[in-house]
Nanobody, 123 residues
């Protein structure tokens, strides 16, 4: 069983930046697909960004050009750099992983989930 622990969330004004981190309990990032997904109150969970074992990255259209996903395989840490944050980015952000996925932004693809970290963007 893999445990994922997110950190780095917080409150920021629109236009600001945050960096989320996700530490895995064991090596998950070398070959698996790992990603960030989010869920706003009253809404379903949606994929934000993912990075596959070969380094291929996928982004939701809503964050393309503003968010960057990266991983440090040696330290088992996954990052999400978020720039130019918007009010609509306000959500609980989850780190997730799976051995193999076909649709990297689909929540149902993921086997392992963290507890989430809250991001709140205000005007």
């Amino acid at each position: 069983q893999v445990q994922l622990v997110e950190s780095g969330g917080g409150s920021v004004q629109a236009g600001g930046s945050l960096r989320l981190s996700c530490v895995a309990s064991r090596s998950l990032y070398s070959g698996a697909c790992v990603g960030w997904l989010r869920q706003a109150p009253g809404q379903g969970r949606e994929g934000v960004a993912a990075i596959e074992g070969d380094g291929t990255t996928t982004y939701a259209d809503s964050v393309q050009g503003r968010f960057t996903i990266s991983k440090d395989k040696d330290k088992n840490i996954l990052y999400l750099h978020m720039n130019n944050l918007k009010v609509e980015d306000t959500s609980m952000y989850y780190c997730a992983g799976a051995p193999l996925v076909h649709s990297p932004l689909e929540p149902y693809e993921y086997n392992y989930w963290g507890q989430g970290t809250q991001v709140t963007v205000s005007t």
